[in-house]
């Protein structure tokens, strides 16, 4: 309805692969698992770690290099490295990109247009479904036509950069 996309909703799904409908609901899922639940919670861990490295910071303890004893250091300033090191993270996936593709088999809206020639297809007007998809994803006005293009490609490939670079952390 926001769309105003009413007139030709009942076509929309007819022309779309599962993949379209998955990979949106996929990547809108992640992301909001991501930042609704994950996000808070490693958060208010970081603020636990920070309050605990305030309380501790005078406990002096022995560092170690490589599982060897090494120089003094204190319980507080080695808790405050591990809350700086997730604050990193936290920032790295807040920062992550969700894709999806919602465009047809070839990410070209053809067999919407063959279905009906007569609707003008979000194409000309910079495909108002992939935009409101970026928008809804990564918080963007419309992608450009050339990112457009790319997220035939790019929306599989994101779920796994997303996995892979979480696991390198």
Same mark, same amino acid.
């Given at each position: 309805?926001? &769309?105003?996309?009413?007139?030709?909703?009942e /076509?929309?799904?007819?022309?779309?692969?599962s993949?379209?409908?998955?990979?949106?609901?996929?990547a809108?899922?992640?992301?909001?698992?991501?930042h609704?639940?994950? &996000?808070?919670?490693l958060?208010?861990?970081?603020a636990?770690?920070? !309050?605990?490295a305030?309380?501790?910071?005078?406990?002096?303890?022995?560092?170690?290099?490589?599982?060897?004893?090494?120089?003094?250091?204190?319980?507080? !300033?080695? /808790? +405050?490295?591990f809350?700086?090191?997730?604050?990193?993270? +936290?920032a790295?996936?807040?920062?992550?990109?969700?894709l999806?593709?919602?465009?047809?088999?070839?990410?070209?809206?053809?067999?919407?247009?063959?279905?009906?020639?007569?609707?003008d297809w979000? &194409?000309?007007?910079?495909?108002?479904l992939? +935009?409101?998809?970026?928008?809804?994803?990564?918080?963007?006005?419309?992608?450009?036509?050339?990112? /457009?293009?790319r /997220? !035939?490609v790019?929306?599989?490939?994101?779920?796994?950069e997303y996995?892979?670079a979480?696991?390198d952390?």
């Amino acid at each position: 309805s926001s &769309l105003g996309l009413d007139g030709i909703a009942e /076509l929309t799904h007819f022309a779309c692969t599962s993949e379209d409908i998955n990979s949106t609901a996929y990547a809108l899922t992640v992301k909001r698992a991501v930042h609704d639940v994950w &996000l808070p919670k490693l958060r208010q861990v970081i603020a636990a770690l920070r !309050k605990m490295a305030e309380q501790h910071k005078d406990a002096a303890m022995l560092a170690r290099t490589h599982g060897q004893p090494a120089t003094p250091t204190t319980m507080g !300033k080695e /808790l +405050a490295v591990f809350a700086w090191r997730l604050e990193r993270v +936290a920032a790295q996936v807040a920062a992550s990109e969700f894709l999806a593709k919602f465009s047809g088999a070839t990410g070209t809206w053809s067999a919407h247009v063959a279905a009906d020639p007569q609707v003008d297809w979000p &194409l000309e007007d910079r495909f108002q479904l992939e +935009a409101w998809v970026e928008q809804s994803l990564n918080g963007r006005p419309g992608a450009s036509l050339e990112e /457009l293009g790319r /997220l !035939k490609v790019e929306a599989l490939a994101s779920m796994a950069e997303y996995a892979e670079a979480r696991i390198d952390e």
